[in-house]
C-alpha cells in the first residue's frame, strides 16, 4: 500500500481544468489502486503562505509548521501537485509550499559533496492547464513551472517525474489536446 500526497493549488477548484484532470487521474489511480492512502492539502484552504520572520527562523531550526509540512511531505510515497499555469510557472502558494518543504535535514541533507536529497525512490506528478503552447522550441524557455516542479524534486531525490499537461486553452485544438490529456490521466492513473 502507498500513501499518495495530493497537493493543489488553485483559488477556485470548481472552474479549473487543471482540478478537473487531477479528479480524473484520481478516479483512475483510485480504481487501479484500492488499498492506497490518499491525502489531499488544498493550499488555499490550508492557508500555507509565505515566510515571515518567525516561519522563516522556524524553517532553519527545522520546528514550527514547516517541520509539520515537511515531516508530512517525506512520509508520503508518492506527489501529486496540482496548479494552473500562472505567469509563466504557477501561483505563489506552491512556491511558497515548497519553501516550506524543502527542510535540510527532513527532505535533503548537507554532504562535504554538497546538497543531497533525501527522498530517493519516490514518485512526482504535475498537473497543469495553460492558456498557451508552450511545447514548442520557441517557447519552452517560457515554461518555467512543469520545469521548475522537475529540478526541485531532483534536488530531493525523486527523480520519477511525470506530467500531465493540458496546453492552448485557448488555442485552436483545444479539444484535441484536452482529449489527448484526459488519455493521459486515465492511463496514467491505471499505471503509476
Ligand atoms: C493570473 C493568471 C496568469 C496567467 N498566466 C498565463 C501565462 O503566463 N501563460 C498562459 O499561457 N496562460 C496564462 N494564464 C491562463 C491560464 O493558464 C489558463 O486559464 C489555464 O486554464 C489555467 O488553468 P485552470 O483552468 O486550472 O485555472 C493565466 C491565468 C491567470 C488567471
Redesign the pocket.
Known amino acids: 500500500m502507498s500513501h499518495i500526497l495530493v497537493i493543489t493549488s488553485?483559488p477556485?477548484p470548481e472552474?479549473?481544468?487543471?482540478?478537473?484532470?487531477r479528479d480524473q487521474f484520481l478516479f483512475s489511480y483510485q480504481e487501479a489502486h484500492p488499498d492506497d492512502q490518499v491525502t489531499h492539502i488544498h493550499l488555499e484552504e490550508a492557508g500555507v503562505g509565505c515566510h515571515d520572520a518567525q516561519s522563516y527562523a522556524e524553517l532553519l531550526e527545522g520546528k514550527g509548521g514547516s517541520r509539520e509540512l515537511a515531516d508530512q511531505f517525506a512520509a508520503a510515497d508518492k506527489y501529486v501537485f496540482?496548479?494552473?499555469?500562472?505567469?509563466?510557472?504557477f501561483?505563489a502558494r506552491l512556491k511558497a509550499y515548497i519553501d516550506h518543504i524543502v527542510m535540510a535535514g527532513v527532505s535533503f541533507k548537507f554532504t562535504d559533496e554538497g546538497p543531497v536529497g533525501l527522498l530517493e525512490g519516490k514518485k512526482a506528478l504535475f498537473i497543469?492547464?495553460?492558456?498557451?503552447?508552450?511545447s514548442t522550441p520557441e517557447m519552452a524557455p517560457?515554461e518555467m513551472g512543469c520545469s521548475f516542479m522537475e529540478k526541485t524534486m531532483e534536488f530531493l531525490g525523486v527523480t520519477n517525474f511525470e506530467s500531465i499537461i493540458?496546453?492552448g486553452?485557448?488555442r485552436e485544438g483545444a479539444d484535441d489536446r484536452l482529449s489527448a490529456a484526459q488519455e493521459k490521466a486515465r492511463a496514467l492513473g491505471e499505471s503509476w
Do not use: D, M
Not at 472552474?15 to 484532470?21: E, F, G, R, T
Not at 496540482?82 to 510557472?89: E, G, H
Open positions: 488553485h477556485n472552474k479549473s481544468q487543471s482540478v478537473a484532470l496540482v496548479a494552473p499555469f500562472w505567469n509563466f510557472s501561483p497543469t492547464a495553460r492558456g498557451g503552447i508552450y517560457y493540458y496546453e486553452v485557448f
